[in-house]
């Protein structure tokens, strides 16, 4: 069984914008800080953004504060993140991730407990 499912990928010329979506299981959206984690062609993953289960705490990288919100949809178990401004060296493919640790402790960490199979953002110069 999927626990979370990613969707909104796509190409977009640089300085566009994209909104990413991961749909999560009941149980993880109630009970697990979630994020996001990308990983460019040959390089490794790297975190992105992350959100406490309450939506209160933040956090992102220095890379895309500023352009990127991330968010929490209560209605459909969903967390989005809103990507703006977007350039070439945002193409990677976008893990959904969700993990007890803290939103500022995701960012620290390459190991989370769930993770989506992923979804592909081509940014286009």
């Known amino acids: 069984q999927l626990q979370l499912v990613e969707s909104g990928g796509g190409l977009v010329q640089a300085g566009g914008s994209l909104r990413l979506s991961c749909t999560a299981s009941e149980r993880i959206f109630s009970n697990y800080n979630m994020g996001w984690i990308r990983q460019a062609p040959g390089k490794e993953r790297v975190f992105v953004a992350a959100?406490?289960?309450?939506?209160?705490?933040?956090s992102y990288a220095d890379s895309v504060k500023g352009r990127f919100t991330i968010s929490k949809d209560n209605g459909k178990t969903t967390v989005n993140l809103q990507m703006t401004s977007l350039d070439p060296e945002d193409t990677a493919v976008y893990y959904c991730v969700a993990d007890r640790a803290t939103p500022r402790a995701m960012s620290r960490m390459s190991r989370m407990d769930y993770w989506g199979k992923g979804t592909l953002v081509t940014v286009s110069s």
């Open positions: 959100i406490s289960a309450n939506g209160v705490s933040t």
